[in-house]
């Protein structure tokens, strides 16, 4: 009894605490207590001093925070892998991205507006722990501050890491180096290359190079999947490695890492595989079934511009309601092989498995595997597997000496994995984000061969002129990348913050598939 009185007379003081326990809990941050209880002071002061300003304070984290949980829950904090993401998507992307997001989420969002509703008129006639209260909150704000006033001398009172404002100063500080970067890129790209190639053993005449979209490996039946959803890799004579990284876990800088040289930490975009081959007497194709921004093109999109010929059969700027599905490139593709000149490389950029796969297998699946996403992600893998055997034919068709290789961008990992809304997304805290598949075939393969030796995208550069038969001074040959010999300098990631990690230092997801 004495219980239920206690709570009937403080329940207005308990709703405003639970309304500032998912404020804070709104944004992806790390849980801290010492937040929760800092916002719940700051209200509960601002009510005793003025009913209007505590309103107007109540309604701005309400809108804030209920405006991102469903991103926050879903996709984390704003980090810089996330900005950059926003700052080249087009609108199809911004609608999968939103369509990513579990409805339940959205649903969410109303907590916090019911919370909030419950509270609007809360008022505090007498409140005689005010003063210790505010010295709590000056002290909580403030103490961060001044801890990085002691070690870089700037005092900034913005990052103090309350959650609703350290949103805004995340969304700033990236979006500014993002910015920055951009700017680098596009010097960069107006800049000659310094490539100085020569030509060592081209065997081929063709040379295939397709980019995947969003694949992690261990969803290929080629690397032990038990659902048969690539029966072209899984049968066909050429070299699979086992243990492929990406360069990073989002296609933007994972591309750009692997596409172009890396030196010193800086990329170069205008030295890249395009303007390599180019150099090296190869006329280039680049076919893309991702966007193009026009004049704000994405480093990737750029680097594809350089070629000779270059298609994208999606523009970014463009209202399309569904990217095409990639078997639209064919066309293109075979006129591209079949083109007389002696020497070529075709680069075909797909949308792959890119979230929601339901979205790219017209919600059809084969096989039920834990949710209704994650069977057309498996579907997905078998339309791109499909497409690379009608790639194959083509090649085989012409009569050329020809190779192909495959790799995806990245991988993925698990959101709500054992639940009827299980799916996968972007993350860089799994080895899964980045494990992928890389397969090599040719004209003249006769068996199959495994590469068990580590091998990173970061030295992709190094693994694509051994491919094309290219040697030039800037690109470092000290590891034969196709061969089973260890190498160092394979264990290199970039997470979402922009920074190197060791991919070995990452944990295993652990997810039953």
């Not at 090296?280 to 921004?293: E, V």
């Not at 004049?295 to 523009?315: E, M, R, W, Y």
């Not at 639940?419 to 984000?433: G, V």
Request: charged fraction near 15%; aromatic fraction near 12%; proline fraction near 5%.
């Amino acid at each position: 009894m004495r219980l239920s009185l206690y709570i009937k007379k403080y329940k207005k003081v308990i709703l405003l605490f639970l309304f500032c326990l998912f404020a804070c809990s709104s944004f992806g941050y790390p849980f801290k207590p010492g937040y929760i209880i800092t916002l719940f002071l700051l209200l509960m002061v601002t009510a005793s001093l003025s009913s209007r300003l505590y309103q107007a304070l109540l309604v701005l984290v309400c809108l804030i925070s209920s405006s991102y949980v469903p991103v926050g829950w879903t996709y984390g904090p704003p980090d810089f892998n996330g900005v950059l993401a926003v700052f080249y998507s087009n609108r199809k992307e911004g609608g999968d991205f939103i369509h990513a997001i579990p409805w339940v989420y959205y649903a969410c969002s109303l907590i916090g507006v019911l919370l909030m509703l419950a509270i609007f008129n809360f008022k505090i006639k007498r409140f005689k722990y005010r003063g210790l209260a505010i010295t709590a909150v000056v002290l909580s704000m403030i103490s961060t501050p001044v801890k990085l006033y002691l070690t870089t001398g700037e005092f900034n009172l913005a990052s103090n890491g309350m959650p609703i404002f350290r949103v805004f100063t995340d969304i700033l500080i990236n979006y500014r180096l993002v910015a920055e970067q951009n700017a680098l890129l596009k010097l960069s790209l107006t800049t000659p290359d310094r490539w100085h190639p020569e030509v060592k053993d081209s065997r081929y005449q063709l040379h295939i190079l397709v980019i995947g979209e969003s694949a992690r490996r261990d969803f290929l039946h080629a690397y032990g999947f038990p659902v048969a959803n690539t029966p072209f890799m899984s049968s066909t004579p050429g070299e699979i490695f086992s243990h492929y990284i990406s360069a990073a876990s989002s296609t933007q800088t994972s591309l750009k890492n692997s596409l172009a040289l890396r030196q010193q930490g800086r990329i170069e975009l205008n030295n890249n595989i395009i303007t390599l081959a180019r150099k090296a007497g190869f006329y280039t194709y680049w076919l893309s079934n991702q966007g193009s921004l026009g004049v704000h093109d994405t480093p990737v999109a750029s680097i594809g511009k350089h070629a000779d010929q270059s298609l994208f059969l999606h523009n970014g700027e463009s209202d399309d309601a569904h990217y095409l599905p990639d078997s639209q490139l064919l066309s293109a593709i075979g006129g591209g092989i079949a083109d007389p000149r002696p020497s070529k490389l075709v680069v075909i950029h797909l949308i792959g498995s890119h979230p929601d796969a339901c979205t790219r297998t017209d919600g059809r699946y084969g096989v039920f595997r834990k949710s209704k996403e994650i069977s057309c992600y498996i579907e997905s893998i078998k339309q791109t597997d499909q497409l690379l055997a009608q790639v194959a034919a083509l090649a085989n068709a012409s009569g050329q000496t020809w190779s192909m290789m495959y790799f995806s961008d990245h991988g993925l990992s698990f959101d709500d994995a054992n639940t009827p809304y299980a799916r996968l997304s972007h993350h860089d805290n799994f080895k899964e984000n980045y494990n992928i598949p890389l397969f090599i075939t040719a004209s003249d393969s006769q068996q199959r061969q495994v590469n068990p030796q580590p091998r990173s995208a970061m030295n992709f550069l190094a693994l694509f002129a051994e491919w094309m038969g290219i040697e030039d001074k800037l690109i470092n040959r000290d590891c034969p990348m196709r061969a089973d010999t260890p190498c160092g300098n394979q264990d290199t990631i970039i997470q979402f913050n922009g920074q190197t990690e060791a991919y070995s230092r990452l944990a295993d997801e652990k997810i039953a598939l």
